[in-house]
Each structure stands twice: as structure tokens, then as C-alpha cells.
């Protein structure tokens, strides 16, 4: 119903700074629009696009692209679910707000705002996305919230205590797995590590709930959290 995934976004006061730090961890650059007033770009790899806007109510967003976004405001008012606010009209860009029940801003906007690089890489140094994994506290709240959408929900298949969210990349866990939203990634590179730490990001101490699991935890600009699953056997 909000349409098909968009990007991640993140307000950044120094949107070419993490611009360039993602490219350096093999993200590949994408050509941007004059949609926005302010200064933006985008980083993608295959499943995934990271928006960096220099502006912005929200320092953390998912948005999400579909036509008819007035018909999307009257579908969700008469399912009772809250807006937070919408620009609708012929002479305007049409876009709406509303959260999760975890808290997370769900963008929906009428267009693209970027065009998707040429060549999208398969893999970067983080590994190959898999996944969006948004924070829920309740599960059975947001099971409700997702399929009320009309999403196709199902129970995650590895060590997380969740549910994807229809055919998209996105998913949702459990807080007490991990308290913010986390981009997971298979399979990092092996020099991972000096890539991460060469691009400004921090290692983090690995997370408790996945204990036994082989992983990485990054810290990068602006709280990005990238969880990145190692193969078993993995140090």
C-alpha cells in the first residue's frame, strides 16, 4: 500500500562528506533531482538506497515512492491509521507522513527523487544487503500495523525475533535485539573492518541477542547502524 521501498534517509549537515564516506565502503553514487530545496545525495547498492539530505524534520526516515498519493491519505484515514502530516494538490509535490509503532517515520512521496546508478553493486565491503530491520516493542502491534497495509508478513528466518514485510527488503525486531533501525548485510568483506574504520565508522561491541551468531556491528555518520552477518566459523 505506501508503494515500493525508496531510500533510507539521513539528515547530515555534511551530506558530501558522508557521501564520500559510503562511496569508500563500495557504495556507488547516484544522480539526484532538483526535487528538494536543499542539498542531497544518494549512495545505492543492490536493495538499497541511502538518501543524505542536508535538511530535515526527521534525522532517520523510510521512504517509500507510489502514484496517487491523495487516494494512499484516504485509504489510511479510513483504516484509522494516524497521519503526522501531507502536502496534497495539483500545484505541489505530493508527499505524507505517518510512523510505525516503534516510532520509525514512513515517508511516501508521488516521484522518485534520484535516478538509480547504471551499475549497482552487488556486494559492498559491508557484505550484500538483506535487509532494512526496523526496532519494534511490541511484535504483535506492528504484525497488525504491517498487514493492515496489506503487507504479506512472515517470521524471520535466522536468530532474530521478527517478521519480514512482504516482498520488500524491510523487516522488523525486537527492541531488545536492538533498541534503532539496522541495515544487515551478509557476508563482509574481509578487510571489512579496515574499511569501516577508514571511512569514519565505528566498530561496536557485538549485540547480546545474537550471541553465538558470527557478526559485526559498525557505528557510521549520523548513528547509521550497519549489522553485518558473518559466516559460521567466522572470528
Not at 179 to 203: I, K
Amino acid at each position: 500500500m505506501l508503494g515500493r521501498l525508496l531510500e533510507v534517509a539521513l539528515v547530515t549537515a555534511d551530506t558530501g562528506g558522508t557521501w564520500q564516506q559510503l562511496q569508500k565502503l563500495r557504495f556507488e553514487p547516484a544522480a539526484t533531482g532538483d526535487i528538494w530545496p536543499h542539498s542531497y545525495g544518494v549512495v545505492a547498492c543492490e536493495g538499497l538506497a541511502i538518501g543524505l539530505h542536508a535538511k530535515g524534520d526527521e534525522p532517520f526516515s523510510v521512504v517509500f515512492v507510489r502514484p496517487e498519493v491523495a487516494a494512499l491519505h484516504r485509504e489510511l484515514t479510513a483504516l484509522g491509521i494516524d497521519i503526522e502530516s501531507a502536502r496534497l494538490g495539483s500545484d505541489v509535490f505530493n508527499e505524507l507522513w505517518l510512523r510505525d509503532p516503534g516510532g520509525t517515520a514512513l515517508r511516501v512521496l508521488e516521484a522518485r527523487s534520484f535516478s538509480p546508478p547504471a551499475r549497482l553493486p552487488a556486494r559492498t565491503a559491508a557484505g550484500s544487503f538483506r535487509r532494512l530491520s526496523l526496532p519494534c516493542q511490541d511484535i504483535d502491534t506492528a504484525l497488525h500495523f504491517w498487514t493492515s497495509l496489506g503487507a504479506d508478513c512472515a517470521p524471520l528466518d535466522d536468530n532474530f525475533t521478527g517478521f519480514t514485510i512482504g516482498q520488500s527488503a524491510l523487516a522488523c525486531h525486537e527492541r531488545r535485539v536492538f533498541a534503532g533501525p539496522l541495515l544487515v548485510f551478509d557476508a563482509p568483506a574481509a578487510d571489512a573492518r579496515e574499511r569501516l574504520e577508514s571511512s569514519g565508522f565505528a566498530l561496536r561491541p557485538r549485540l547480546a541477542a545474537l550471541a553465538g551468531v558470527p557478526h559485526l556491528v559498525a557505528r557510521g555518520p549520523e548513528g547509521l547502524m550497519l549489522l553485518m552477518l558473518e559466516p559460521a566459523g567466522a572470528d
